[in-house]
């Protein structure tokens, strides 16, 4: 490809990060732009550097990746997201199609298919590793199967759910997201309801059990 491609990488490892960033700049069309150690920082530095392509990670730390791409997707619907992962569950697969990323690859895949991937992704195409693209397949043909209520979630409820999870108080989440205190309320109140979970202990190990927020760090494998 002549079209050089912007990337930007989002995983919570430094060796990780640096490691993708040497393979993909031996090749002229892939350009790293940036690197973002967790969700939250992977959706500022797209609003700052705008790459074309975001390689991400699952289990972050503050925000997951499939939380961070769903935000990207609503926000900067142009920046293309490739999940780059250890994780083949199927409940990842069914998060991954439902937050909008166009791919999914193992991390144990060689460095030449990632670079298919990405140029795959970056016109438009959707890219799953060999080992679960049956999953994938399954996900679609069957449609959502997943937590009905989890679904009738606005965008908005779920980034709220997503705060609150990671231990920010009411007010904290309202000024991270620039509204008032009474309206994070509103949207704690509509979550709880919504999905019958009273207890913010309840919410957020909801929350980590669907993929939403990741793992703290000694807990990740």
């Known amino acids: 490809m002549k079209t050089r491609i912007r990337i930007l990488i989002a995983d919570d490892h430094p060796v990780v990060r640096q490691g993708l960033a040497a ?16 969700g939250f920082e992977a959706v500022a530095l ?7 392509l975001v390689l991400m990670d699952i289990a972050m730390p503050r925000m997951s990746g499939l939380a961070a791409a769903e935000m990207l997707r609503r926000e900067m619907p142009q920046i293309r997201v490739l999940i780059l992962t250890m994780h083949s ?26 670079v298919l991937a990405i140029e795959a992704v970056y016109r438009g195409e959707p890219y799953f590793s060999r080992e679960i693209a049956g999953l994938a397949l399954d996900q679609f043909v069957r449609g959502p199967s997943g937590n009905v209520a989890e679904e009738r979630l606005t965008c908005r409820e779920r980034e ?21 205190v009474r309206t994070v309320e ?12 009273h207890s913010v202990a309840g919410l957020t190990k909801y929350a980590l059990s669907r993929g939403l927020v990741g793992l703290d760090p000694e807990l990740k494998s």
């Open 23 to 38: 393979c993909l700049e031996r090749h002229d069309h892939l350009v790293v732009v940036g690197e973002a150690r967790d």
């Open 46 to 52: 797209c609003r700052e550097r705008k790459p074309d």
């Open 89 to 114: 569950n199927k409940d990842y697969v069914r998060r991954v199609l439902q937050c909008g990323a166009a791919g999914y690859v193992l991390k144990d895949a060689s460095p030449e298919d990632l």
């Open 160 to 180: 709220v759910l997503i705060q609150i999870a990671d231990g920010f108080s009411n007010k904290e989440i309202a000024s991270r997201l620039g509204v008032g």
């Open 186 to 197: 509103t949207h704690r109140e509509r979550i709880m309801r919504k999905l019958d979970i």
